[in-house]
């Protein structure tokens, strides 16, 4: 696997070429993206690492606080559900282009709350569409599992877990990590304040070391990511050049491709 300066480089050359790197190296590799609660960064992540490895994303939440409405895509102007049609008709289904500034993507839409598919059928789905796209891909998941998640983590090379640093999330964490004995789980601390609670670090060590869990580098907590509206992996962003970014988003970046990186390397 290539090593990335993700500390040093400059944005702009950087992004172009972990996405082109990922997109061959990680092949057929699917990560899902999972916890048992909301509002953790799942979907946050699942974009940014879907962007970062120029892998698919295949969005598995029915939820209208999902990573596709999040990229502009409406359930309202489609008949049907994309991820369903394609699984119901045994094909593999083609992902909406994002071009330069969002992941390319597999919708799912509020149908699969419903109607969700068994977690072996969607395991094989994922499986088989990884291997026809020859590229990587990402599942983001409703909190709390279900069929469709328990399918995802099935086919899953890694499932991605973030975690705030906070006790509740901490307490909550250690329960998922039991449920999840035996999923290649790796953690992402997030919404990491600048100076990180020490109780808490402290707390994650010893729940990592008892379960023997990696854990990424940290994703610091970003006022501009909570506010933020556009419609685009914030790490798109890095193609407007050169010092164009600022300290609003610049670091939630760079931690980001650290995480990709650190992710690709444990499956890869
Ligand atoms: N690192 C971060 N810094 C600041 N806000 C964040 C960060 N990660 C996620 N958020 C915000 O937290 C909220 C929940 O994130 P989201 O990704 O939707 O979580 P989930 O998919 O687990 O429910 C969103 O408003 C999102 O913008
Ligand atoms: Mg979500």
Not at 110 to 120: F, G, I, K, V, Y
Not at 165 to 190: C, H, S, T
């Amino acid at each position: 696997m290539q090593t990335f300066e993700v500390e040093e480089a400059p944005l702009f050359e950087l992004v172009p070429a972990m996405r082109a790197h990922f997109r061959t190296a990680l092949a057929g590799k699917i990560l899902a993206v999972e916890s048992d609660k909301g509002g953790l960064g799942k979907t946050t992540i699942a974009v940014e690492l879907a962007y970062n490895l120029d892998a698919v994303l295949v969005d598995a939440d029915w939820h209208d606080g999902n990573a596709a409405r999040s990229l502009g895509w409406r359930h309202e102007t489609r008949a049907q559900s994309p991820m369903l049609r394609a699984i119901e008709g045994g094909f593999v289904p083609r992902p909406i282009s994002g071009g330069t500034m969002r992941p390319d993507l597999v919708a799912a839409g509020p149908e699969l709350e419903h109607n969700q598919p068994p977690a072996s059928v969607m395991a094989d789905a994922l499986t088989a569409w990884a291997a026809s796209y020859g590229r990587p891909i990402v599942v983001d998941t409703h909190p709390g599992g279900g069929e469709a998640a328990n399918g995802a983590a099935e086919a899953a090379h890694a499932v991605v877990t973030p975690v705030p640093l906070r006790q509740k999330e901490l307490d909550a964490l250690a329960g998922w990590v039991r449920l999840m004995a035996g999923y290649p789980l790796i953690v992402v601390p997030n919404m990491v304040p600048r100076v990180p609670p020490a109780g808490q670090l402290d707390y994650l060590e010893k729940i990592a070391k008892e379960h023997d869990l990696p854990v990424t580098s940290p994703v610091p907590h970003a006022v501009a990511i909570e506010r933020r509206r556009a419609r685009t992996a914030v790490s798109s962003m890095s193609l407007w050049g050169e010092g164009k970014i600022g300290p609003r988003y610049e670091p939630f970046i760079r931690a980001m491709l650290a995480v990709t990186t650190e992710v690709a390397d444990r499956v890869g």
